[in-house]
């Protein structure tokens, strides 16, 4: 009932800045927390950064101090703005988003985009 649309990925040299968009639509009542995940190859998929309905955040420790997540509520709409990016940093990235409606939860990711940061 709920997609999720993603934009932004590329490929940057060590040091640049992408900016990651990730667009709701469908059946939406309310949207609730929502973030951005990972994964590189050969790797396990972690939580890069989160942002609740009241705008709290959450960072991972690898990406403190150089990514900002944002939201804009009338476009349903979660954003990802990477600085200084490394190396380490190249992975597919998701944005997942949680919707709720009379007590219930409900979770949707998106289709991921590469980023991939040359050294």
């Known amino acids: 009932q709920v997609q999720l649309v993603e934009s932004g990925g590329g490929l940057v040299q060590a040091g640049g800045s992408l900016r990651l968009s990730c667009a709701a639509s469908g059946s939406i009542f309310r949207i609730n927390d929502m973030g951005w995940y990972r994964q590189a190859p050969g790797k396990q998929r972690e939580l890069v950064a989160s942002?609740?309905?009241?705008?709290?955040?959450k960072y991972a420790d690898a990406v403190k101090g150089r990514f900002t997540i944002s939201r804009d509520n009338a476009k349903n709409t979660v954003y990802l703005l990477m600085n200084n990016l490394k190396p380490e940093d190249t992975a597919v990235y998701y944005c997942?988003?949680?919707?709720?409606?009379?007590?219930?939860?409900?979770?949707?990711w998106g289709q991921g985009t590469q980023v991939t940061v040359s050294s």
């Open positions: 942002i609740s309905s009241g705008g709290s955040t």
């Open positions: 997942h988003v949680y919707t709720g409606y009379r007590g219930y939860d409900y979770d949707y």
